[in-house]
């Protein structure tokens, strides 16, 4: 059954992936695998904002080492989406960015095939996010998967429609 489960979710995140809905990023055009994730991402052209706030956070050399990694990335879409002032909020905690930033991070090299297998991942700021798959896709808490296995040479970027924001405990 858990086969089935598995088998039915990846072709759920392959349809999402294959029918190029207006969420979903393509891979850039150069080979992914001489790029690595910073690099890949920022070759897509629509992780602009998240570029831009690992900057700030002081994680692009950190990213760029061998790794690997998993990385969920929130597009400008979905840096969008977050609630009025939230974002203006985040670049001026750079403690409290760097959190949600590494919420977005796992170690290891997760393709979704990894990914639907578990229930839940450990990010690299030492909380885990939720994994579930339904007939619509494959969801990482609340935001679902456009765009899995974008592969870099330091690891593999899953695309997200949302931005991940960690419960403070």
């Known amino acids: ?29 150069a080979p992914a695998q001489q790029s ?21 956070a002081g994680l692009v050399d950190a990213l760029r080492q061998p790794g690997p990694y998993t990385v969920f990335a ?6 969008a989406r977050l609630p009025k002032g939230k974002l203006r909020s985040l670049k001026r905690h750079p403690k ?6 590494l919420y977005h991070v796992a170690s ?11 229930k839940s991942i450990e990010m690299l700021n030492g909380k885990r996010v939720r994994i579930r798959t339904t007939d619509d896709g494959l969801f990482v808490n609340r935001a679902r998967v456009t765009t ?22």
């Open 1 to 29: 059954m858990r086969n089935l489960r598995v088998g039915l979710a990846l072709v759920a995140v392959a349809s999402v992936a294959a029918a190029g809905s207006s969420s979903s990023v393509a891979a850039p055009a």
């Open 36 to 56: 690595d994730i910073v690099d890949t991402a920022i070759a897509a052209g629509s992780f602009t904002t998240l570029a831009s706030l690992l900057e700030r």
């Open 74 to 79: 929130p597009t400008d879409a979905a840096f």
């Open 96 to 101: 409290r960015l760097k959190q949600v930033l």
């Open 108 to 118: 290891g090299r997760l393709e979704a095939e990894g990914v639907v297998a578990r």
């Open 148 to 169: 899995p296995d974008v592969g870099a040479s330091n690891g593999v970027i899953h695309v997200i429609n949302r931005v991940l924001i960690p419960h403070r405990r």
